[in-house]
């Protein structure tokens, strides 16, 4: 069974930074691909990036200020957020999926976790 928990979430102003964390359970952590979804209050869940063991791909909408990076060590995908908007604001998930990067429907991802709070104030 794979499990995914998120971490690292939190308040933080305009222009600040965070780093999101997602530890993976499992022993083919190498062979997904990983991804962070987010999800504002009343809007659908919307891709934000992901990476596979050689690609990356990232919405326009984050593209020079989040950056995706894995451990495959660590079994670990971060996320680390720069020059944060409050539009950034919502809970942002990690996904894992067999499919190849540049697959952006959330549907297509097959594990999910739980989702950390991020919030960033004006």
């Known amino acids: 069974q794979v499990q995914l928990t998120e971490s690292g979430g939190g308040l933080v102003q305009a222009g600040g930074s965070l780093r999101l964390s997602c530890l993976v359970s ?29 690609s990356t791909d990232a919405a326009d909408s984050v593209k020079g200020r989040f950056t995706i990076s894995r451990d495959n060590a660590k079994n670990t995908v971060y996320l680390q ?42």
């Not at 979804?37 to 990036?49: D, I, L, N």
């Not at 990067?101 to 549907?107: A, D, F, L, T, W």
């Open 81 to 122: 957020m720069n020059s944060l908007k409050p539009e950034d604001t919502g809970v942002y998930y990690c996904a894992a999926s067999f499919s190849p990067v540049g697959v952006r429907s959330p549907g297509l991802y097959t594990y999910w976790g739980q989702g950390t709070q991020v919030t960033v104030s004006s």
């Open 26 to 54: 499992g022993r083919t952590f190498s062979s997904y691909t990983m991804a962070w979804f987010r999800q504002a209050p009343g809007k659908e869940r919307e891709f934000v990036a992901a990476i596979s063991w050689t």
